[in-house]
């Protein structure tokens, strides 16, 4: 029996010592044939709302598996309360702005139509399985809801008060990111990031008069879409997010 | 005559006015099929020397270009000195670590193999491309060097006086790193990151003894190693690097 799970998996049902879980046929089929465990084997479970729980192996067939839980590893812990705003850019980058996303601790997804967005649809069910996979993979105990797409506009018609939006301000209005930061607080924020050709004059001059935009700036070179999300995710979680936290704290 | 050039290349040759400049038969495809540029057309060239430059095209055939330099854009600036040090990953992986740190200013790229670095060969030659059309995509006058792959033994037996090697410690032995990086000071730095697997064990140990390594920590979730890299470079570049200098300075 392995003691040490390699596998970690986001499942929908509550988990609990005692309780019997069932997977889908992806999941089983993940399981199986690409981590090889067999009835047995103790895996993680995980699903954003009751911590993280080993679980052992039952049954597997190519319809499924069962799995019965044991013991809790880590308790449910509070997250950044971080949301992302990001125009649909082409595919294999938007996959990287997902993946990335979930990496970096990000709360909730929201795909925004700007004036210079090229793309026209989402597909929310592939952006989804990849921030599971993400959440899986990066240890977190949480997954981020992918919402569904709508227009800028729309989205800020509809601000909740009390969240500073973060703008990537990539015509040169914005502060140096560190100062901004640095300047922030703490309380709920969310990150917003253009398409690849940017913001329509217009719309980029309405964000920065926006009372509760702070327009920061990512330095001297022009960042692709996928490369400033990451950026500002990661000076986010650095100077104002759980990146501050002493390694171990968490243990 | 477009004079606003939206097509930026990098080339070998000097720079100066009334300069002729040959392109060979790739570059000249991309001007003539991808940028669907012609005789006339207005183009920006940079050799990470001269500095920015327009230039006019005179010829476009199937095997080469020939172009007539015009008037300096931008004088060459010096960049920060900043090195990274990436054990190679699997090709869709590393090919975005290396577009990446062309976008965030890296200078100097180094491939090394450390104890559980599953991959034994480099391709150089499509690295240094990467790093090629990153540059030209994101207005830097420079192009990073892609230097052989070698091991890190060899590599930091040979380690230059003054360079501090900031190392992403997946091992909860560093220090957070803003407050890390607020402390670093001006400065040759270099940026280590491991593989997938991490670092052995005793690696790590005795990277963390070395008197010019200052491990940093990157937060309680498990990064991958592209994104170990973007974040580490993007809070570097925040917080000791040119993303301090307020926009509009550069201009």
Redesign the interface.
Known sequence: MDISPKVRLFVAQPLGGGRAVALDQAQAHYLLHVMRAGPGTMIALFNGRDGEWLARIDQVSKRGATLMVADQTRPQSAEPDLWLLFAPVKRARID?IVE?AG???VSELFPVFTRHTVMTRVNGERLSAIAIEASE????LSVPTVHEARSLEEMLAGWPAGRRLILLDEG????????A?ADLGDGPAAILVGPEGGFAKSELDALRRLSFACPV????????AD?AV???L??F???C????????A??
Not at 137 to 140: H, L, M
């Open positions: 990287i990335k990496e970096l601790g993979q990066c240890e977190r040169g209005g914005g502060r140096p990111v560190a100062e930061f700036d990512l330095g001297p070179r022009i960042l692709r490369t990451i950026a500002a990661s000076c979680q650095a100077i997010g759980d990146w501050r936290v002493p390694p171990g968490l243990l």
